[in-house]
C-alpha cells in the first residue's frame, strides 16, 4: 500500500493536510525500516515540517506511531471492503481478488515494505502493551472480514459446511502474514502463490 501522495503545494496545505502528511511520510519509512530505527529528525526532515509543527499534532513518537496505525488500518480496511465485500462478485473470486491485490502491493515495491501492521506487530508486541492491543484488535478484524466472506461463500455453496469460518479467516489471516514475511526474505511472489493455491485448495475452490 502506498500512502504517499503528490505533497508538492506543501505551503498551501491545511492543518490537517500537515497531520496526514506527516504520517504518510513516517507510514513509508517506518514500513521500511521500522519504528524504533525511523527517527523522529528523518521524519522531519523527510516531511520538510519543523519539530513544532510534528508536536502540535501528536504528543509524543508513540502517539505518532498510533497515528500511523489508524491510517494504515483504515486504508487497509478499504481495501478489504472494495474487494472481501465486493457483492457484484461471488464470494471465493472476493477472497482471491483480496490475496492477489496483496501479491501485487508487494511487488510493486520490490519486496520492501509488506504489512506494515503485521511489521510493526512483530517489533513491537513485546515493547509496548499499548501498540500490542491496538494491533490485536485490528487483526481480529481483519480476521472477521475474512470470515464472513467465507461465511457468504458457504452460503452460495463454494465452501463446504464444514468449514469452521471463524477459525478459517484466522487461519488465513496468519498465514497470510507468515507468508508476506517470507517472501520479503526471498524476495519473491512464490511463498504468496504457494499459500493461495493451498487456502483454495483447501476450501475447494481452487480454479
Given at each position: 500500500?502506498?500512502?504517499?501522495?503528490d505533497w508538492s503545494n506543501?505551503g498551501?496545505?491545511?492543518?490537517?493536510?500537515t497531520?496526514q502528511?506527516?504520517?504518510a511520510?513516517?507510514?513509508?519509512?517506518?514500513?521500511?525500516?521500522?519504528?524504533?530505527?525511523?527517527?523522529?529528525?528523518?521524519?522531519l526532515?523527510e516531511?520538510?515540517v519543523?519539530?513544532?509543527?510534528f508536536?502540535h499534532?501528536?504528543k509524543?513518537?508513540?502517539d505518532?506511531?498510533l497515528?500511523?496505525?489508524?491510517?494504515y488500518?483504515q486504508?487497509?480496511?478499504?481495501?478489504m471492503?472494495?474487494?472481501l465485500?465486493?457483492?457484484e462478485?461471488?464470494p471465493?473470486d472476493?477472497?482471491?481478488?483480496?490475496?492477489?491485490?496483496?501479491?501485487?502491493?508487494?511487488?510493486?515495491?520490490d519486496?520492501?515494505k509488506?504489512?506494515?501492521?503485521?511489521n510493526?506487530g512483530?517489533e513491537?508486541a513485546?515493547?509496548?502493551?499499548?501498540?500490542r492491543e491496538?494491533?490485536?484488535?485490528?487483526?481480529?478484524d481483519?480476521?472477521q472480514?475474512?470470515?464472513?466472506?467465507l461465511?457468504a461463500?458457504?452460503?452460495?455453496?463454494?465452501i463446504?459446511?464444514?468449514?469452521?469460518?471463524d477459525?478459517?479467516g484466522a487461519?488465513?489471516?496468519?498465514?497470510w502474514?507468515?507468508?508476506l514475511?517470507?517472501?520479503?526474505?526471498?524476495r519473491s511472489m512464490?511463498?504468496?502463490l504457494r499459500?493461495e493455491?493451498m487456502i483454495l485448495k483447501?476450501?475447494?475452490?481452487?480454479?
Open positions: 500500500m502506498n500512502f504517499l501522495d506543501i498551501d496545505m491545511t492543518k490537517n493536510d497531520r502528511h506527516i504520517i511520510i513516517g507510514a513509508d519509512l517506518i514500513s521500511i525500516h521500522g519504528f524504533g530505527s525511523t527517527g523522529l529528525n528523518k521524519i526532515s516531511a520538510q519543523p519539530k513544532g509543527s508536536y499534532y501528536f509524543s513518537k508513540n505518532f506511531g497515528a500511523v496505525i489508524e491510517t488500518a486504508d487497509y480496511e478499504a481495501r471492503s472494495e474487494t465485500a465486493n457483492e462478485l461471488q471465493v472476493r477472497l482471491r481478488n483480496y490475496l492477489r491485490r496483496s501479491v501485487e502491493d508487494l511487488k510493486s515495491c519486496f520492501s509488506g504489512c506494515l501492521i503485521g510493526l512483530q513491537m513485546s515493547q509496548s502493551a499499548l501498540f491496538r494491533l490485536d484488535a485490528i487483526f481480529s481483519w480476521e472480514r475474512i470470515a464472513r466472506c461465511k461463500a458457504q452460503e452460495a455453496g463454494q463446504g459446511q464444514n468449514v469452521d469460518t477459525q478459517m487461519f488465513i489471516l496468519s498465514g502474514q507468515g507468508s514475511l517470507r517472501a520479503k526474505v526471498q512464490l511463498p504468496l499459500f493455491e483447501q476450501l475447494g475452490a481452487a480454479d
